[in-house]
T-cell receptor, first 114, second 109 residues
């Protein structure tokens, strides 16, 4: 089934631990994105990648890193988790970056940092 | 700065019509998106406007006024399944989406 998958679905993590959230799409989309969604706030862009091999910083990149070794995968790593990183994380993709490109979202990862 | 404003919550009756407003301020403008998000689920695309005017798609319509920095989403013949949050997002000059916090729409029988 075409789409975006994320893993894990949810995770409870101790502060200071390293964590990688996985994201895979099979639509051969060029652009991919990582957002966090917090209650009362809009989705906020963490990092993005316009094409394989390139990445860029979004609105809230501190404490997060990404890589884009191939078209399909776009993992997000928290090097040393802190409680303020408790959030729901959504991965998204679009055919390409640029005007009018509908973004397709994965099911999300609910992360709690204690 | 960049900002998207929309009401936090709205209530409407099944079968009725509801209009969800959104005002935006972005650095440059490359279009206005509306997404639907059911509780605990991912956002899904509803509409895109880049020119002034009304775009109709079944029971849902979206309007844009670039001069006023204003958009609305119009939902007709409301159904219980339309209970969800509706997210307004403006695309800036870097083709990044700036998101509003969402409007939670509650449908009552």
């Amino acid at each position: 089934i075409a789409g975006i998958t994320q893993a894990p679905t949810s995770q409870i993590l101790a502060a200071g631990r390293r964590m990688t959230l996985r994201c895979t799409q099979d639509m051969r989309h060029n652009a991919m994105y990582w957002y966090r969604q917090d209650l009362g706030l809009g989705l906020r862009l963490i990092h993005y990648s316009n094409t394989a091999g390139t990445t860029g910083k979004g609105e809230v990149p501190d404490g997060y890193s990404v890589s884009r070794a191939n078209t399909d995968d776009f993992p997000l790593t928290l090097a040393s988790a802190v409680p303020s990183q408790t959030s729901v994380y959504f991965c998204a993709s679009s055919d390409k970056a640029g005007a009018y490109n509908e973004q397709f979202f994965g099911p999300g990862t609910r992360l709690t940092v204690l | 700065g960049q900002n998207i404003d929309q009401p936090t919550e709205m209530t409407a009756t099944e079968g009725a019509i509801v209009q969800i407003n959104c005002t935006y301020q972005t650095s440059g403008f490359n279009g206005l998106f509306w997404y639907q998000q059911h509780a605990g689920e991912a956002p899904t695309f509803l509409s895109y406007n880049v020119l002034d005017g009304l775009e109709e798609k079944g029971r849902f319509s979206s309007f844009l006024s670039r001069s006023k920095g204003y958009s609305y989403l119009l939902l007709k013949e409301l159904q219980m399944k339309d209970s969800a949050s509706y997210l307004c997002a403006g695309m800036d000059s870097n083709y990044q989406l700036i998101w509003g916090a969402g409007t939670k729409l509650i449908i009552k029988p």
